[in-house]
């Protein structure tokens, strides 16, 4: 990561944007209601082995429910290698082309659809970030004509089966953040080798980030305009950033 997108951790919101702006949306919470992961569990393995899965785990689940970080990352990847280890990860992957899509349609919120359309309309490079499944969170994503996807990748072995682990990382926390300005550096105009005239433009693009809980903080504490999409309002993790109908009625 470049010297200029760690600087990013001092950005405050007075910069003006530029001609690079990109727009960083959350999935689950953000720009559809609830969660996914259960759901997907469930139509990947079954209801049965699912709850099988949950009870066995119960303590950790528990733990990560009180102390969030890396106690909930833990029962996570814990939760898919009871679940998940063994299938074929192709038969994964095209079964979770339809979940993603009938999930966005039945869970999407309509006012956060509408703030990602706006910054399409403005020309603004649109990244979905999330800690759920890239698997799914790609075909909600092509349903929302995005530039691109950054989220948690499963991983696979030599016989083409899933582990159950995760492939790099959960990503949620400082590596939602970490990945995300990894994906701005590789995707940037500027890399091209043309020269912007713009005097806003400082070498890397202006952020505007949106996100709905506490794994979403150190992404929005990075992005020029960090947005709370969450429902919780000053009783939330992100009560300090600029709240979404704020934004909806300001530009």
């Known amino acids: 990561m470049s010297a200029a997108l760690r600087r990013r951790r001092h950005a405050t919101s007075d910069r003006m944007p530029g001609s690079d702006v990109v727009a960083a949306f959350d999935f689950d919470g953000t720009l559809t209601r609830g969660g996914s992961v259960w759901q997907f569990l469930t139509v990947m393995c079954g209801r049965d082995a699912v709850i099988s899965a949950g009870m066995s785990l119960l303590p950790l689940l528990l733990r990560a429910a009180l102390f969030g970080g890396k106690a909930a990352d833990e029962a996570k990847e814990a939760l898919f290698e009871r679940t998940l280890a063994g299938l074929r ?132 504490q990075v992005a020029d305009m960090g947005i709370d999409a969450g429902r919780l309002g000053r009783f939330g993790k992100l009560r300090k950033f600029r709240r979404l109908g704020d934004v909806l009625t300001a530009w």
């Open 89 to 220: 990860a192709d038969d994964v992957a095209q079964r979770s082309l339809a979940f993603g899509t009938e999930h966005y349609h039945r869970r999407h919120r309509t006012k956060v659809r509408a703030r990602l359309d706006w910054h399409r309309r403005q020309g603004h490079r649109v990244v979905v970030v999330s800690a759920s499944p890239d698997y799914y969170v790609k075909a909600a994503a092509a349903e929302l004509g995005v530039d691109g996807v950054v989220a948690t990748r499963l991983e696979v072995d030599g016989n083409g089966k899933l582990t159950g682990h995760f492939a790099g990382g959960n990503c949620r926390g400082p590596q939602k953040r970490d990945r995300l300005l990894q994906w701005m550096e590789s995707t940037s105009p500027a890399t091209d080798g043309t020269n912007s005239h713009d005097p806003n433009d400082t070498g890397h693009p202006y952020l505007w980030a949106y996100g709905n809980s506490a794994g979403d903080l150190e992404m929005l």
